[in-house]
């Protein structure tokens, strides 16, 4: 008998030896996101002016994603999906300037529960606030803290040269691009808490290439030839490209990049009146749910597991809570249910069949279904005008199949139909416990406009970035706002 215990001694010696192995294996895992960059905006792609060496190098050494779709057109509900692993319509955040609802669940607070440090870096908005990027107030009832980020050095909305950020509720005044500055910051939190016992998560979203667009000279420099507008855009993602390097080259010099999950992607399609054109030849831009609002670049690099190479699967925003949870084996409690996202963990080692799961996209009028190959789109849904398209054979949707495979389009319209009214469902509140939205939604407004900000007026008014929306009439303020949410 007394072998019993001397085997059971070991086994859990071994049990114990196995378990802590594999919590240490855990990886830190960093998600970064441009804000306005188009899919044809990379060097890899072939763009015909922009270089993109470090985006370059990290899709040679990853998985880069040819069809990868934001959330939504548009930055808010963007990041509402990346944060809950659900459709944006769901949580509230139906567009730029929603607040993401404190009943919902994020990947920040599921890993903070994992025993992640947990830090957000960058624009944040999902605090409720339109108006150009405001350090974030001390006490915001919907600051990155809220949702589970136990550092954050973050702002309203975009951001650009010089900016203001609130670390933590400390206003600071950074001098720079904003994505060296973000980077940097974001640097200095993964290099204090890497050798520590608890793995890291970061956030890092950019304020580029989105508008103001404003460049520094060096940066520029190559699109001399391009009108000013867009050569400043283009000089921005110069900058972002620089940081990428910044980001990946430390991860290595610190001998984590091996077990880092580095995750790149933008929050929506890019801009018209850009030249050369943002979108690699899609149709439609930012705004939009045809291929050039929604589709983005993306690339995941995670060396310790991925193998490089390039993949055509369907993915989204909406994957990547789920895909860090079955990476973790978390539990499914973890994200608010329905969760419209699918883990992409088996892609990470080899290609996955046809999508099971349809991807369903909805802003404000505009919506669009894409199931594997195909997409069902349409401009206005109470008008009942869908198109389909076979995405394989026409990525440019110009040949409408409506008409041509009409039992493909039917079955295609009912899927989206039936999702649409789950979608209406989940936004009145029946996925949370209290089976209502509770506290109700607030009103989204200018920040300039709130109680909450009015003692910083005064001392902002003349800063550049805010000056033509403090210093204008109310009228004026409100329509450049709108413009450049
Ligand atoms: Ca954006």
Redesign the pocket.
């Known amino acids: 008998m007394p072998m019993k215990p001397l085997f059971l001694i070991l086994t859990s010696i071994l049990l114990a030896t196995t378990l802590a192995r594999a919590a240490e294996k855990r990886p830190n895992i960093i998600f970064v996101m ?4 188009g899919w044809g905006q990379t060097g890899y792609r072939g763009h015909p002016v922009l270089k993109t060496p470090n985006l370059d190098a990290m899709a040679a050494n990853g998985l880069r994603f040819d069809r990868f779709y ?1 959330g939504s057109p ?2 808010s509900p ?1 990041r509402a999906s990346v944060l809950t692993g659900r459709s944006p319509d769901r949580t509230g955040v139906l567009t ?1 300037g929603d607040a993401l609802r404190r009943q919902e669940k994020t990947i920040a607070q599921a890993l903070k529960t994992a025993g992640y440090v947990t830090g957000h870096f960058g ?1 944040w908005h999902l605090n409720g606030y339109r108006g150009p990027g405001a350090p974030i107030l001390r006490d915001d009832p919907m600051s990155p803290g809220t949702f589970g980020f136990d550092e954050w050095v973050s702002v309203t909305n ?1 951001y650009d040269q010089n900016p203001l950020m609130s670390r933590q509720g400390e206003i600071t005044e950074f001098k720079g691009d904003s994505s060296d500055i973000v980077v940097d910051e974001a640097l200095k939190f993964i290099e204090k808490h890497c050798a520590g016992d608890q793995p890291v998560f970061t956030v890092i979203w950019y304020g580029t290439p ?1 508008s103001p667009f404003r460049a520094l000279p060096e940066d520029k420099a190559a699109f001399a030839a391009l009108d000013a507008a867009s050569a400043d855009h283009y000089g921005e993602l110069v900058a972002l490209d620089r940081s990428v390097g910044v980001l990946r080259a430390k991860l290595r010099e610190w001998g984590i990049a091996d077990n880092t999950l580095v995750m790149f992607n ?3 399609g890019g801009l018209p009146k850009i030249q050369p054109e943002t979108v690699g030849g899609l149709r439609g831009f ?1 705004g939009t749910t045809f291929e050039g609002g929604i589709r983005v670049p993306a690339i995941m690099e995670w060396p310790a597991v991925i193998q490089p190479r390039v993949t055509s699967y369907p993915a989204c925003t909406m994957d990547l809570f789920p895909t860090v949870a079955d990476i973790l084996g978390l539990p499914r409690e973890v994200m608010v249910q329905p969760v419209d996202g699918k883990s992409l963990k088996p892609l990470l080692t080899q290609e996955m069949g046809p999508r099971q799961q349809a991807l369903p996209f909805r802003y404000g009028s505009k919506a669009a279904w894409v199931d594997d190959d195909y997409k069902l789109v349409t401009e206005d849904l109470k008008k009942d005008q869908f198109m389909l398209y076979d995405l394989k054979q026409d990525p440019q949707e110009t040949h409408d199949l409506s008409a041509e495979t009409p039992e493909r389009f039917a079955a295609m319209k009912a899927a989206f139909l039936k999702w649409n009214e789950a979608a209406d469902a989940s936004f009145a509140g029946k996925d949370y416990p209290e089976g209502r939205v509770s506290p109700p939604d607030p009103e989204s407004l200018a920040w300039y406009e709130s109680e909450a900000y009015r003692p910083y007026i005064e001392g902002w008014k003349n800063r550049w970035e805010y000056q033509s929306y403090l210093n204008g009439s109310p009228k004026g303020k409100g329509k450049k706002a709108k413009k450049e949410d």
């Not at 441009?34 to 960059?37: G, L, P, R, Y």
């Open positions: 441009a804000d306005d960059m934001a548009v930055c963007t730029h624009k975009f989105h933008s929050d929506n930012k």
